[in-house]
């Protein structure tokens, strides 16, 4: 089980707004640690999505965004996109396991 | 521009010795955590561990530990994963990944090296 909890999948249609949670606990995120979010085409490697909760890489397209409140966090997706098929991974640090951890990633299926 | 760089797919028998590489290029080794992340077929990211190649100064995650061997060569800006004995439920797509400046961020990561142990 991984440490961070998100949902296995969501699905959109075209041009529809999805959002993906990340739960954490006392020892990671709801210690104000940040969350990082990756996207990963099939295929191909993680690269990085989301930045210290909401901040995107330059050409990250801005229909991208996250948020945190809490032990949580959120990526949302507008304005879906068949190329936004991809699995999702939020990431964040964990003082106990004195290191990174992941949520077990959530499959974005563009109907 | 930041490139890390994965040595090649493996194929290898339970039981055996194997070391996979990473390379990295644009920017200061030896200024940043190299991270190794496993991912079975089918499943999530996993970290195994990280390591500072200024000083070798390296974690492992207690799954990990007594495990894998996470090194470094900071002469020829490289960092190393090594298993001593192969298992057949050590094959998946290991990776790479730089820690960047932010709150323990992967920024880059390499392409990825598929591990199969199969006998």
């Known amino acids: 089980q991984s440490v961070l909890t998100q949902p296995p999948s969501v699905s959109g249609a075209p041009g529809q707004r999805v959002t993906i949670s990340c739960t954490g606990s006392?020892?990671?995120?709801?210690?104000?640690?940040?969350v990082h979010w990756y996207q990963q085409l099939p295929g191909t490697a993680p690269k990085l999505l989301i930045f210290l909760n909401n901040i995107r890489p330059s050409g990250v397209p801005d229909r991208f965004s996250g948020s945190k409140s809490g032990p949580s966090a959120s990526l949302a997706i507008t304005g879906l996109q068949a190329e936004d098929e991809a699995d999702y991974y939020c990431?964040?640090?964990?003082?106990?396991?004195?290191?990174?951890?992941f949520g077990g990633g959530t499959k974005l299926t563009v109907l | 521009e930041v490139q890390l760089v994965q040595s090649g797919a493996e194929v290898k028998k339970p039981g055996e010795s194997l070391q996979i590489s990473c390379k990295g290029s644009?920017?200061?080794?030896?200024?940043?955590?190299i991270a190794w992340v496993r991912q079975k077929p089918g499943k999530g990211l996993e970290w195994m561990g990280i390591?500072?190649?200024?000083?070798?100064?390296?974690r492992y995650c207690p799954s990990f530990q007594g495990q894998v061997t996470i090194s470094a060569d900071r002469s020829i800006n490289t960092a190393y994963l090594q298993w001593s004995s192969l298992k057949a439920s050590d094959t998946a797509i290991y990776y790479c990944?730089?820690?960047?400046?932010?709150?323990?961020?992967?920024?880059?990561w390499g392409q990825g090296t598929l591990v199969t142990v199969s006998s």
């Open positions: 390591i500072y190649p200024g000083d070798s100064d390296t």
């Open positions: 990944a730089r820690e960047g400046d932010d709150d323990y961020v992967a920024d880059y």
């Open positions: 990431q964040s640090y964990d003082s106990s396991l004195s290191g990174w951890v």
């Open positions: 644009g920017y200061s080794f030896t200024k940043s955590w």
């Open positions: 006392s020892s990671n995120i709801g210690a104000n640690y940040a």
